[in-house]
């Protein structure tokens, strides 16, 4: 148990008394320290893994990286490596948003370009562009990765999961070129930095000696290249598809960590957009036309919703609509519109059910009637459709013929004989001299029971 785990039972327990965290942890250390309770650590055993021969392997990963910009924003890049096992000899490319599959392929290419072959495995993390599920070891691959791996016909090896350290050599290769390459420089545009990167490659990455193997790898690599499987030709997939984003249900996406959204009705099943920055304004586009949307500036915080006022629901548009077909019902006069307009401001909030109740309720009603209703709804400030309606029964209730009334007295059911003479049944009224003969007498018994009992 950690000191600060013992800190949060304590608060549990409401038995902390207002110490901090760091009394806890002193007080922890020293009770262990007093009665000899080690604190248990779990330590990984590691084994050192034997060279590879020439063109067995080479390991790939992703990395990313927030650079300064050269007007001074902050711009996240991202770029994917790949390292000879056996020469150590590596290969770097980078872009300026998120890798999709299609980049993925396209960087693999390159890099087999690069290389002058490809090598019989090629070890991965297991990463979404690459794998659906582990399956038991039967991989299961993305479509359009699991169809290039088909086509090349290399071994994939795939690292399980949280479990970086089996490919270590790309891993380490990922630190290497953020701390050595791109840690403090200034990002101008995509095409100098993939240059400064193979020149870097060239004067650094690979031509210095290498910590582990202490030889240099592009020495090693002139060895081992005539062991790479040779790619005849290079697959080019188009990458000019701009990434797109699902519509979710309230009209936004999400892109890089924040919500933008969209006018309403862009939603719709299964719709995907099409999103592109250019020089700090977000486009939002339709996938099918390109016709765009709408655009933000993008947002360099995190957990915002971007909202513009062109997406802000028209929430009076149909309000509007409804009330005025009510107005008509009601007459369609100048007191209708002054009636219904002080119910919407007296509730807002419920204006669609009032307008519902006091709809219903006028649709059988003479103008005559309704006319009375708002006169005296007006004239006694009763806005609610509540109050509309008792006015409207009420002054129906008066106008209602006297000879159209229903006659309810033929349809009372009589009382069956028995039960009339059950309303004809008279109750008895007795002496008040007979109860107080009956008590005396249930005195007296109580006595004489009192008296054998003390005998």
Same mark, same amino acid.
């Not at 009770?31 to 590879?52: S, T, W």
């Not at 690069?114 to 659906?132: A, F, N, P, S, W």
């Given at each position: ?157 795939? #690292? ?138 993008? #947002? ?10 062109? #997406? ?64 005296? #709804? ?78």
């Amino acid at each position: 148990m950690t000191s600060a785990q013992v800190l949060d039972w304590l608060q549990e327990r409401k038995l902390d008394g207002g110490v901090s965290e760091g009394t806890v942890r002193n007080y922890a250390r020293q009770l262990r320290e007093e009665c000899g309770i080690p604190q248990v650590k779990y330590v990984r055993q590691y084994e050192a893994v034997d060279e590879l021969p020439a063109g067995q392997q080479m390991q790939m990963d992703f990395g990313q990286i927030a650079l300064r910009s050269s007007i001074a924003r902050m711009v996240t890049l991202y770029f994917a490596t790949f390292v000879l096992a056996h020469s150590r000899h590596k290969y770097v490319e980078w872009l300026d948003r998120p890798f999709t599959t299609r980049d993925l392929i396209n960087v693999h290419e390159n890099a087999f370009e690069y290389y002058g072959g490809m090598t019989k495995e090629i070890v991965y993390d297991q990463d979404h562009l690459i794998l659906v599920s582990e399956n038991g070891g039967d991989l299961l691959l993305t479509k359009e990765f699991g169809e290039y791996q088909k086509t090349r016909k290399f071994k994939i090896y795939m #690292c399980r999961k949280a479990d970086p350290e089996t490919k270590g050599k790309v891993e380490n290769v990922v630190k290497y070129v953020k701390r050595n390459f791109a840690k403090n420089r200034t990002f101008h545009n995509l095409e100098k930095l993939n240059e400064d990167c193979l020149a870097w490659l060239e004067r650094t990455g690979n031509g210095k000696v290498h910590n582990t193997t202490k030889k240099i790898p592009v020495e090693v690599f002139a060895l081992e290249k005539r062991h790479l499987i040779p790619v005849p030709h290079k697959i080019n997939i188009s990458t000019t598809k701009i990434i797109t984003r699902v519509v979710r249900k309230d009209n936004t996406i999400v892109y890089q960590g924040n919500r933008y959204a969209l006018p309403l009705g862009t939603y719709a099943p299964e719709r995907r957009v099409v999103v592109k920055e250019d020089e700090g304004i977000l486009i939002i586009a339709n996938l099918d036309d390109e016709l765009e949307i709408i655009r933000y500036p993008v #947002c360099l915080e995190k957990g915002r919703l971007i909202k513009s006022s062109d #997406c802000r629901r028209e929430k009076d548009k149909g309000i509007d609509t409804y009330l005025q077909e009510v107005a008509q019902i009601l007459n369609d006069s100048q007191q209708a519109y002054d009636f219904l307009g002080l119910v919407r401001q007296e509730k807002p909030r419920y204006i669609r059910d009032q307008l519902k109740i006091i709809k219903d309720h006028s649709l059988d009603k003479s103008p005559e009637i309704i006319s009375k209703a708002l006169n005296y #709804c007006l004239k006694n400030r009763l806005y609610g459709a509540t109050d509309f309606v008792d006015s409207l029964n009420h002054f129906n209730h008066i106008h209602c013929p006297a000879e159209e009334k229903p006659n309810t007295e033929n349809h009372i059911q009589p009382l069956y004989e028995v039960d009339r003479s059950v309303l004809k049944t008279r109750v008895e009224v007795r002496d008040m001299n007979i109860y107080i003969q009956e008590l005396q007498g249930v005195r007296e018994c109580q006595q004489n029971l009192s008296n054998s009992k003390t005998i």
